[in-house]
């Protein structure tokens, strides 16, 4: 590593570590009230990992201090080391994939590289990071630590089990009701009915029943379940002193509690996360050191086309590459990859002929795309909140994403009214419904993302795309936020 | 089912910190309506709402609760509607609209000769109000004698301290029973006690039928007044209320010259940087025809990486010229002036508003707004720039606050959905010059780990 890289890490470091500062002393009196949690295994250093926004290098100056003749030495010396010997830009390749119609890169260092540097495109076989490797290895015990996938799993189950223990403890006050009442209709059989009805006093019924009907909530199945383990331990230290024939009977005592079936048969879930377990057979077969990574990173085409167009860090080839072999044919020019990824923006995808409309899908998503990109964003793909776009400040690691975009193509140019024609397809293009917008935006207010309405004008069509900058010179792009109102909030 | 129910974020407990999730949505538990004493005047503490049951149970205790909540709700509808005598007011129905106070027999020769005083119903020294012009020609209703909180932020008063309601205004107050409307109205308002007596009461339906579709009050805006009146919100109408508003300084919407975003050259490169750039300049082999844009040379700082990347322009709202309401199409335009309940409202001198509401009907208007029809809106709307202590640190909050806003309010067939639109320029905060300091409230730090990524 360089000493400029240096710099730049140290630079990254210091407002990181005030903000994990602060976190940790916001999180300090809220972890006092709940019960404490397993220890979390610790976080990778993602400061560390993800040190660079973009796969490009940088090379910084170093700083001159004026009163320190030495340090300018250092300067000259840092740019004769670059007119002796430049530094070489890493490129990167990969291939169109028509059938997805994505790329696809296989190479284990492109693949490392265009992820931790500006979080470009997903494994194939994850959620997003390529990590099935590590969860495969894991899976064959030859390595611990967990991917984000199991976490998400491991909680997931622990909120259902929660979940389950609440209706469960539900489930029994009810009982426990229904018991009193039938006992209570069973002494009083002598008097009227109606007056058991009454025996709760009108005025006082919401006090009453708000002690009575009081919910339980997560945190109490949480202590309740505490408090279980908790004499299932003693149960146990007291059955391991008896004999081993009073073992059953003890533990039949011990437990009034009835389960519901589905209670029951998740309580023998085994306790790791990935119940997909291979037979040990089948894992025996296996020579368990070295297999192949079956996951490819997929990039999507408005990734790659800014990774080729914008940044010149990825070469695009037709064909797969072999491993060792050098490529025959010649990587996709800029140009030509616009063509294809324009008529693949289309399902099916266009004749190879035809040309380039301003409002091919891809053009208007690369706008935007590009756009966002160009300001600092890391910006990937929404389809999980029902929305375009995602972004993510430095990347899905550090932080949430906290805006969600949705792209509209505006044609506000004269050229799309000119014609009836024109109106009516603009029109088309151009509809969104209103339920649909209530719908994205109630999603997004439940995931706690701002939705942003980007709307991209689209130009008349041009004489030639031969010159990419200046055609998405030509766009336009303009953010709405749009977020629902509650005239019972804003009163003051 | 798993993710169903587990997707959705957790909640925090307070309901404060969940901004979303509208109590009004829920059906209520009406048992609380029985703490409520109408008749005492001694200011009742509010009352609970009960716990919610998800499912039936057997258990008679769940049957009792429900009928006994069923019972409150039935005995506070029962509640017997009056008008008390005390706080009666009674207004007179103009099907033609405002008509100017009759000319008293003796005229002060200072009165102007339009504004006359009517010295006998005024018990106020007679002064002559220029405020008749203000009276709108929608105004249909006349209250000669007002009294009450309404009229703080309700009708227009004329000359003679009449009070002059518009449709929506009437409608709200009699909807409200705080309003008895007689009609047909006694000749000139004398409004003598004795006169009051030949006119009959104006039911609600009538009253439907009368002031609906009157003076371009359609049934959508009158849904958003009165239920944001409800509130306690106070409204009036925006210049923009009338579809046919005339033009009135076309010189303000000459066409919009909107500046492109400003491409910085490398200012911050040092000097002696500058100095040796010659060496290994990235420009000389950057090129935005066939890329790549930010070239293959060496670069100094990634800040340059994302000055060359910028080449899409974007809308500058700061720079955008306002426009006059009349260039708006028209269900996209501002109908209602907002003013919160704690603001100070003057009827003579409104303030500024704290909202402005655009009504939209989902069935004459099926889509939603395309970028011309909503940008027009939002440039009708004064410069609302994000400024402030906290906006200044906070750089998520600023893009939420945007540069302009209003407020859409939705209606579908009587459902109103409101949703704020804001004028965000994501390219006037530019993300890689931040240093990672704290972009805005993280809303859920607290339970950092079931929010989704």
Same mark, same amino acid.
């Given at each position: ?12 470091d210091?407002?990181?570590?005030n ?14 009230a ?21 796969? !490009?290098?940088?090379? +910084? ?25 430049p530094?070489?830009?890493?490129v990167y ?9 994505? %790329? ?60 389950l ?18 006992a ?46 908790r ?5 146990a ?7 081993g024939?009073n ?9 009034? !509690?009835r ?14 996360? #990935? ?31 800014f990774?080729v ?24 020019? =800029? ?31 690369y ?70 917008? +209530?719908?994205?935006n109630?999603v ?23 010159? %990419?900058?200046a ?22 | ?22 109590l ?15 008749? =005492?005047?001694a #200011? ?18 769940q =049957? ?24 009666? !007011? ?16 003796r ?15 005024? *018990? ?35 000359? #003679? ?83 046919? %508003? ?11 010259? %909107? ?20 060496? +290994? ?10 890329? *790549? ?52 409202f003057?009827k #003579? ?62 209606v ?11 004028d ?30």
């Open positions: 590593m360089t000493i400029d890289s240096l710099a730049w890490v140290f630079r990254m210091t407002p990181v570590t903000m994990d500062k602060k976190v940790a002393a916001k999180s300090g009196p809220a972890s006092d709940r019960p404490p949690r397993a220890p979390r295994p610790p976080r990778p250093n993602f400061r560390q990992i993800h040190q660079f926004p973009l796969p !490009v290098n940088v090379h +910084h100056v170093p700083p001159v201090i004026p009163h320190n003749p030495l340090s300018l030495i250092s300067v000259v010396l840092s740019y004769l080391t670059f007119l002796i010997s530094p070489r830009q890493e390749s990969a291939y169109f994939d028509k059938a997805t119609s994505s %790329i696809h890169v296989t190479d284990e260092r492109s693949i490392n590289a265009l992820w931790q540097m500006g979080f470009f495109g997903k494994g194939s076989l994850s959620r997003s990071e390529p990590s099935w490797l590590a969860r495969e290895k894991k899976r064959r015990g030859l390595h611990d630590g967990k991917t984000s996938e199991e976490i998400t799993r491991l909680r997931r189950t622990e909120r259902r089990e929660l979940k223990e609440r209706a469960r403890m539900e489930k029994l006050a009810i009982e426990e009701t229904l018991k009193a009442e039938a209570a209709r069973q002494s009083g059989a002598s008097e009227p009915l109606d007056q058991v009805a009454q025996s709760i006093p009108r005025d006082d019924t919401t006090n009453v029943t708000a002690a009575a009907t009081e919910k339980f909530s997560l945190k109490k199945a949480k202590e309740a379940r505490a408090l279980e383990a004499q299932a331990r003693e149960l230290a007291q059955n391991a002193a008896l004999a024939q073992q059953i009977e003890s533990s039949s005592n011990g437990k009034s !509690v389960f519901s079936p589905v209670v029951r048969k998740k309580e023998f879930l085994p306790t790791s996360p #990935s119940s997909l377990q291979l037979p040990d057979s089948v894992v025996d077969s296996f020579d368990s050191d070295d297999f192949p990574n079956e996951e490819h990173l997929q990039l999507s085409n408005e990734e790659a086309f990774l167009y914008s940044l010149g860090a990825l070469q695009i080839y037709d064909a797969p590459l072999k491993s060792g072999e050098i490529q025959s044919t010649s990587p996709t020019t =800029a140009s030509a990859l616009l063509q294809q990824f324009c008529h693949h923006s289309f399902q099916p995808a266009r004749d190879a002929s035809a040309s380039i409309q301003p409002d091919d899908p891809f053009m208007i998503s706008t935007v795309y590009h756009h966002f990109r160009s300001l600092g964003w890391v910006i990937r793909s929404g389809v999980k909140f029902g929305t375009d776009y995602l972004l993510y400040n430095r990347g899905p690691v550090f932080s949430h994403a906290e805006f969600a975009v949705i792209v509209i193509p505006s044609y506000s140019h004269p050229y799309w009214s000119e014609t009836e024609e024109r109106k009516n397809y603009t029109a088309e293009k151009q509809a969104r419904s209103w339920w649909w917008l +209530h719908c994205v109630r997004q207010a439940q995931v706690l993302k701002s939705l942003v309405v980007c709307y991209v004008e689209v130009p008349p069509p041009a004489a030639s795309v031969d010159d %990419i900058g055609v998405f010179g030509q766009y336009k792009v303009r953010e709405f936020l749009v977020k629902r109102w509650t005239p019972n909030r804003t009163r003051d | 089912m798993a993710d169903a129910d587990e997707d959705v974020i957790q909640t925090p407990s307070n309901a404060a910190a969940q901004p979303e999730v509208d009004s949505d829920e059906t209520q538990d009406f048992r609380f309506l029985n703490h409520l004493n109408f008749f =005492a005047d #200011s009742p503490s509010i009352p609970r709402r009960g716990e919610k049951d998800f499912e039936p149970n057997p258990t008679e205790l =049957a009792d609760v429900l009928s006994a909540s069923r019972g409150a709700m039935h005995n506070a509808l029962s509640y017997p509607r009056l008008h008390g005598a005390k706080t009666r !007011v009674v207004a007179f129905y103009s099907p033609d609209g405002y008509i100017p106070p009759v000319q008293p027999d005229v002060t020769p200072k009165a102007s000769e339009e504004d006359g005083k009517s010295s006998e119903s005024a *018990p106020k020294p007679p002064r002559p109000l220029p405020n008749s012009a203000r009276i709108s020609p929608d105004a249909c209703v006349c209250v000669p004698s007002p009294k009450g909180q309404f009229f703080k932020t309700m009708g227009q008063a004329d000359s #003679s301290s009449r009070v002059w309601l518009l449709p929506e205004e009437a409608l709200y107050l009699i909807e409200r029973g705080s309003l008895d409307i007689r009609w047909p109205s006694p000749s000139g308002f004398a409004a003598g006690p004795g006169e009051e007596d030949l006119s009959i009461p104006m039911s609600l339906q009538a009253a439907y039928a009368c002031f609906m579709g009157r003076g371009d009050l359609t049934l959508e805006r009158y849904s958003v007044y009165t239920g944001l009146k409800r509130l306690g919100y106070a409204l009036i109408r925006a210049p923009g209320w009338c579809d046919d %508003i005339e033009q009135q300084d076309v010189e303000a919407s000459n066409a919009s010259e %909107i500046t492109p975003p400003k491409l910085h050259g490398p200012g911050l490169a040092g000097m002696l940087g500058s100095l040796f750039n010659w060496i +290994h300049d990235p420009r000389s082999t950057a090129s935005t025809a066939s890329g *790549p844009i930010i070239g293959t040379g060496i670069h100094r700082h990634y800040m340059d990486v994302y000055r060359k990347l910028a080449i899409i322009p974007w809308y500058d709202p700061a720079t955008a010229p306002e426009r006059h309401p009349s260039d708006t199409t028209p269900p996209f335009r501002v109908v209602f002036h907002v003013y919160k309940p704690s603001t100070p003057k #003579s001198a409104p303030p500024t508003p704290d909202f402005r509401v655009s009504v939209v009907s989902t069935r004459d208007q099926t889509t939603m707004p395309t970028m011309t029809q909503l940008g027009a809106l939002l440039e009708s709307t004064p410069l609302d720039p994000p400024r402030g202590e906290k906006m200044d640190r906070m750089m998520y909050m600023r893009l939420r606050h945007g540069y302009r806003n209003v407020v859409l309010a939705v579908d067939q009587g459902v109103v959905s409101y949703l704020r639109v804001a965000s320029a994501f390219g006037k905060e530019k993300l890689y010059e931040n240093k990672g300091g704290p972009q805005g409230p993280k809303r859920n730090r607290a339970n950092y780990k079931p929010r989704k990524r």
